[in-house]
């Protein structure tokens, strides 16, 4: 009996063993970028424990950018260079509190729509915040704040080319986003829904697809997320990261919406490296009908 009982134990083990070797070629397969260091965000030289890139604007104030900054559990803050005085910043200032706070500052190019303001903009945050990240924006006109392709591609070459740790903002084009990565972005941002829309994740399908074409490149929502739900679809489809601000900033409760935005990107994240059982048509019985009493 004893005997017969180790037996059991060892095929349980071989069992489970298979099992976890199963599921981990599944999470190096199905899409999000594999870091050495475990579970962390790893982009360019950087690694962040955190999935969660945060905005700072459209705040009603101060203190609850710095409470929800702190719900969400993030590292990485992102600032608009056009919008701050980043060579002389007044004591209380955005710039000067995130430093404060101890977050890694990411400068966008918000606000440019050539490839010459945008390059112009990335070199002016380099030199005053020393610093090689750059959010790249490139806007094609103010009514939708889509993309413009040709611009943007520009721009994502020269930074490149000029030693910058490149985070592009794109629109869902699985072309376009293969087109940012094979030119040295560190990581590649389509986007969910239009800036501060609050549409969730419109085409989900497009997503998979450059998920699916991109496993050499950090992948991360950036735009259009409104809500908790929506930032666990986007990471659900294997993205390695979510970039929101408005979902919080314009909340009725931004620190509450703050700490439902960190554990949705967990839950999310969670759920994906589990992996999702497939979807049926028809029902699936989930007792076995073998050896039911009565039969």
Do not use: W
């Not at 390059?119 to 704040?145: P, S």
């Not at 989930?286 to 050896?291: K, L, N, Q, T, V």
């Amino acid at each position: 009996m004893k005997s017969g009982g180790s037996r059991d134990g060892e095929g349980l083990a071989d069992i489970l063993a298979v099992s976890r070797s199963i599921m981990n070629d599944d999470v190096r397969t199905n899409g999000a970028v594999e870091s050495e260091a475990g579970d962390a965000l790893v982009i360019g030289d950087r690694t962040f424990t955190s999935r969660l890139i945060v905005g700072t604007s459209r705040y009603p104030n101060p203190q609850v950018m710095l409470e929800a900054l702190e719900a969400t559990g993030t590292e990485l803050v992102t600032v608009a260079i056009r919008r701050v005085n980043v060579e002389n910043p007044a004591p209380e200032s955005h710039l000067d509190l995130i430093r404060q706070g101890g977050y890694e500052v990411l400068p966008n190019t918000a606000g440019c729509y050539t490839a010459r303001e945008a390059v112009l903009v990335a070199r002016l945050a380099r030199e005053a915040l020393g610093t090689d990240l750059i959010k790249l924006e490139v806007i094609g006109d103010d009514e939708t704040l889509m993309p413009d392709v040709e611009q943007l591609l520009d721009a994502a070459k020269t930074l490149v080319d000029d030693g910058f740790t490149v985070l592009a903002y794109a629109n869902d084009d699985p072309i376009t986003c293969r087109k940012l990565a094979d030119l040295g972005c560190a990581a590649v941002m389509p986007l969910g829904s239009p800036i501060g829309s609050g549409m969730g994740i419109v085409n989900p399908y497009n997503l998979r697809i450059i998920r699916e074409e991109i496993d050499d490149t950090p992948l991360i929502v950036d735009a259009g997320i409104g809500t908790a739900s929506d930032a666990v679809t986007a990471m659900e489809l294997g993205y390695d990261g979510i970039l929101l601000n408005t979902a919080i900033a314009q909340a009725q409760h931004p620190v509450e919406m703050a700490h439902a935005m960190r554990l949705a990107v967990d839950a999310g994240r969670n759920a994906h490296q589990a992996g999702r059982i497939p979807r049926r048509l028809y029902a699936e019985a989930s007792s076995a009908m073998e050896g039911r009493v009565g039969t």
